[in-house]
T-cell receptor, first 114, second 113 residues
């Protein structure tokens, strides 16, 4: 079975500061990993995904994440936060071995302070 | 860019009524999913569908729920007798073969009163 743990249900950063959202996964087989963003009253938008190619993955809106197998982590970062980054962020895990449903973490709400 | 389309965006129904939530997945995708998100909580898997049958379902997906792909394009989720606790945002997703590339619709907010 797979699972995702997102450390910190709420993260607050100042505008222009580094954004770091933490995600650790558990998977018995090689994982595929995803970060989704949800703006208020909207759906889930894919930010980036790791699918066993490069371990440093770049996504939309200046976000990137690094897959670290030894740490079972897939933390999301952005060098400089913008007010528009305020949203809920979900880490999710799946596998390439078959029709495995995406399993989501509980989410981290990012607040950006002016 | 191809999209997953969900209708309606918001539905209000009385407890005990049947509701059908509709989704049009991306045309060349073969795997289809329903997820739900109760307000303020995590996104939870309900059911996956492949080759015209359910491939996996969670414990949430009990006998009150059913899915169907009636015409080769739509993918529906039916709740036979809604309960207050069914109030949630329901997301449809589709996936291309290969284990990645999940695309989610914008959701249907179901409110049971």
């Amino acid at each position: 079975a797979q699972s995702v743990t997102q450390l910190g249900s709420h993260v607050s950063v100042s505008e222009g500061a580094l954004v770091l959202l933490r995600c650790n996964y558990s998977s018995s087989v090689p994982p595929y990993l995803f970060w989704y963003v949800q703006y208020p009253n909207q759906g889930l938008q894919l930010l980036l995904k790791y699918t066993s190619a490069a371990t440093l993955v770049k996504g939309i809106n200046g976000f990137e994440a690094e897959f670290k197998k030894s740490e079972t982590s897939f933390h999301l970062t952005k060098p400089s936060a913008h007010m528009s980054d305020a949203a809920e962020y979900f880490c999710a895990v799946s596998t390439a071995s078959g029709n495995t449903p995406l399993v989501f973490g509980k989410g981290t709400r990012l607040s950006v302070i002016a | 860019e191809p999209e997953v389309t969900q209708t309606p965006s918001h539905q209000v129904t009385q407890m005990g009524q049947e509701v059908i939530l509709r989704c049009v997945p991306i045309s060349n995708h073969l795997y289809f999913y329903w997820y739900r998100q109760i307000l303020g909580q995590k996104v939870e898997f309900l059911v996956s569908f492949y080759n015209n049958e359910i491939s996996e379902k969670s414990e949430i997906f009990d006998d009150q729920f059913s899915v169907e792909r009636p015409d080769g394009s739509n993918f529906t989720l039916k709740i036979r007798s809604t309960k207050l606790e069914d109030s949630a945002m329901y997301f449809c997703a589709s996936r291309e073969t290969g284990g990645y590339g999940y695309t989610f619709g914008s959701g249907t907010r179901l409110t049971v009163v």
